[in-house]
């Protein structure tokens, strides 16, 4: 098969790590019998420096006539003190609109090799665990209607939550559909004991789970949900929730797995392109050195594979190349900890994990 993908480097490290995930694609694309054609387009401070905004129209086009975007990262402090709107930054939340995408998948995975970096007990960290959180991206509280006004003591900001069943059950599909292809088990996180938003919330996730019988679906408030994943991670597969209770617990979850430079990220919308990013910014404090650990951009692509592509054996591909480079004691600089490892390159590990491939 034949894919053309949009490469938004960015800013920073965002070419260092975007360089490695193309390196692995072209290996499955070699291996597997599929071509991969890359474009290149501006996006952040980079974009700002040479068209003067940070989300150019060419690039917007460029995206959407793409099969799917690859996504590095933007921003730096050359760009920090412009007016909020003038940011780097600003052009990934115009990107995501453009693209119509109201779905972030965030895996939050914990690799054995790497457990002594999680922040939990090690008693909670053996068992292991592996969530995928499934996030509104488009709707709720930070799109819902607010202001100030003069209230009963005076000035007072709302903001509103509200959440309608289209919306409610597009997610809802989503969630089930990547459990049909997980383990078959989703937990939906509310907060339907004091919010009307999630009692519709929780009755539209039951009426989308009838169409999906071998899916178990339980419930969970967001305050409970927040314990649970440090107190057992191991119990969550599927996990579907609001965009604010995303935005919260997607950060929680990603922080017990102990690094940053692993994490990645897809944003999904009604057809199968998708934005694939690594979770984490721009590192300028590293940008440039070969330092940058490219996993998390890698295990992007591999999303793309599975996600966009359908490519399941491509992707688990990548996957285990990873966990096998990983197992070997290989290390980019911020995996080392104390553990003694020589770190790798950038460029290092991504032969590291070409190699296994
Ligand atoms: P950051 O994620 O860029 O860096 C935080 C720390 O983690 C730094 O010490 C960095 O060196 C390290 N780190 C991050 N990714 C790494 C990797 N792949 N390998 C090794 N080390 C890595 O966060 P920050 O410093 O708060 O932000 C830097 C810039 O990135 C800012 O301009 C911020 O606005 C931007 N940012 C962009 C995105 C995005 O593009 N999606 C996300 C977050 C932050």
Excluded at 40 to 55: H, Q, R, S, V
């Amino acid at each position: 098969m034949n894919y053309n993908i949009a490469l938004l480097k960015g800013d920073g490290i965002g070419p260092e790590i975007v360089a490695s995930a193309v390196k692995v694609l072209d290996k499955i694309g070699e291996k597997y019998g599929h071509t991969f054609n890359f474009t290149d387009y501006l996006i952040g401070g980079i974009a700002i420096d040479t068209k003067g905004e940070g989300l150019p129209k060419e690039t917007v086009e460029g995206c959407l006539a793409a099969d799917s975007v690859i996504l590095g990262a933007v921003g730096g402090p050359k760009w920090d003190t412009l007016p909020g709107d003038k940011r780097p930054e600003k052009a990934l939340l115009g990107i995501r609109s453009a693209l119509g995408l109201f779905t972030n998948l965030r895996p939050a995975k914990l690799y054995p090799a790497l457990k002594d970096a999680s922040p939990l007990r090690t008693d909670i960290v053996e068992k292991g665990f592996d969530i995928m959180m499934v996030r509104e991206l488009t709707g709720g509280i930070y799109f819902g209607e607010r202001g100030r006004r003069q209230g009963k003591y005076g000035e007072e900001a709302y903001d509103t939550e509200a959440y309608s069943v289209m919306e409610i059950e597009r997610i809802a599909r989503v969630a089930f559909e990547t459990a049909m292809k997980r383990s078959k088990r989703v937990i939906s996180v509310d907060k339907a004991n004091v919010l009307e938003s999630s009692r519709l919330w929780r009755e539209t996730v039951h009426r989308i789970a009838k169409d999906y019988p071998e899916v178990e679906c339980t419930d969970m408030l967001v305050d409970n949900t927040a314990m649970q994943i440090v107190r057992n991670p191991a119990q969550f597969d599927v996990v579907v929730t609001s965009n604010m209770f995303g935005d919260i617990l997607s950060d929680e979850a990603s922080q017990i797995t102990g690094s940053i430079g692993m994490l990645a990220s897809a944003s999904l919308g009604d057809n199968t392109r998708g934005l694939y990013e690594p979770i984490h910014g721009s590192a300028p404090d590293i940008a440039g050195q070969n330092k940058a650990n490219p996993i998390a951009t890698i295990l992007s692509a591999a999303m793309m594979l599975r996600y966009s592509f359908s490519l399941t054996e491509e992707a688990d591909c990548i996957e285990e190349a990873v966990n096998k480079v990983l197992e070997k004691g290989y290390r980019t600089a911020d995996l080392c900890g104390d553990s003694g490892a020589t770190p790798l390159s950038c460029t290092e590990i991504t032969e590291r994990i070409l190699e296994e491939i």
